[in-house]
Antibody, heavy 123, light 108 residues
Framework: QITLREAGPTLVKPTQTLTLTCTFSGFSLTTTGVSVAWIRQPPGKALEWLALLYWDDDKRYSPSLRDRLTITKDTSGNRVVLTLTNVDPVDTATYYC???????????????WGQGTLVIVSS | SSELTQDPAVSVALGQTVRITCQGDSLTTYYATWYQQKPGQAPLLVFYGVDNRPSGIPDRFSGSTSGNTASLTITAAQAEDEADYYCSSRDSSSHNLLFGAGTKLTVL
């Protein structure tokens, strides 16, 4: 059974760095094809893809946030960490991590999602 | 970069069929993936690829593509289908992921 759970601060001040952790179980990020993504959703707005970490440690970032984002695999092997630097109130959102079971360039999809964690950026 | 365009809102009478569309140039190369999201919940994968419906998703959900437009069709819509629906695909130039702005489905 695959599960993912996001964790991080609820409140962050502008200009600070946000660090979020996705702890997962039921799969290995070393299995060929597997990836974990971070996706966010501002209150009342649409989903926005942020970053993707592949089984082979390849990483992809949203072009609009590339300079501020870092996605890494924790040494424990079952956590993926996302950092977002220099946060602003527009970064207020629910942040989700999600699992993809195999790489398919034509049909990207995420079959399991965490419950999400709300992050508020405010002074 | 590419965009995926969805109608903001669609309504359907209970038991009738509704089509939710997603338009974008990247859909001539990549398939659309569809997620359902109910208030306060995480998105749920409901359809992807040519004919892929995850386990547990009712067969009243189906997908198709014609040209640069992908569609999610719900046949005999039920009250529990009322939700926001998001399409997703890749950007045709960068291969990065994209989401549409979502369609709010109301079942009357």
């Amino acid at each position: 059974q695959i599960t993912l759970r996001e964790a991080g601060p609820t409140l962050v001040k502008p200009t600070q760095t946000l660090t979020l952790t996705c702890t997962f179980s039921g799969f290995s990020l070393t299995t060929t094809g597997v990836s974990v993504a971070w996706i966010r959703q501002p209150p009342g707005k649409a989903l926005e893809w942020l970053a993707l970490l592949y089984w082979d440690d390849d990483k992809r970032y949203s072009p609009s946030l590339r300079d501020r984002l870092t996605i890494t695999k924790d040494t424990s092997g079952n956590r993926v960490v996302l950092t977002l630097t220099n946060v602003d109130p527009v970064d207020t959102a629910t942040y989700y991590c999600a699992h993809s079971p195999y790489f398919d360039i034509l049909r990207p999809f995420f079959d399991f999602w965490g419950q999400g964690t709300l992050v508020i950026v405010s002074s | 970069s590419s965009e995926l365009t969805q109608d903001p809102a669609v309504s359907v009478a209970l038991g009738q069929t509704v089509r939710i569309t997603c338009q974008g140039d990247s859909l001539t190369t990549y398939y659309a993936t569809w997620y359902q999201q109910k208030p306060g919940q995480a998105p749920l994968l409901v359809f992807y690829g040519v004919d892929n419906r995850p386990s547990g998703i009712p067969d009243r959900f189906s997908g198709s593509t014609s040209g640069n437009t992908a569609s999610l069709t719900i046949t005999a819509a039920q009250a529990e289908d009322e939700a926001d629906y998001y399409c997703s695909s890749r950007d045709s130039s960068s291969h990065n992921l994209l989401f549409g702005a979502g369609t709010k489905l109301t079942v009357l």
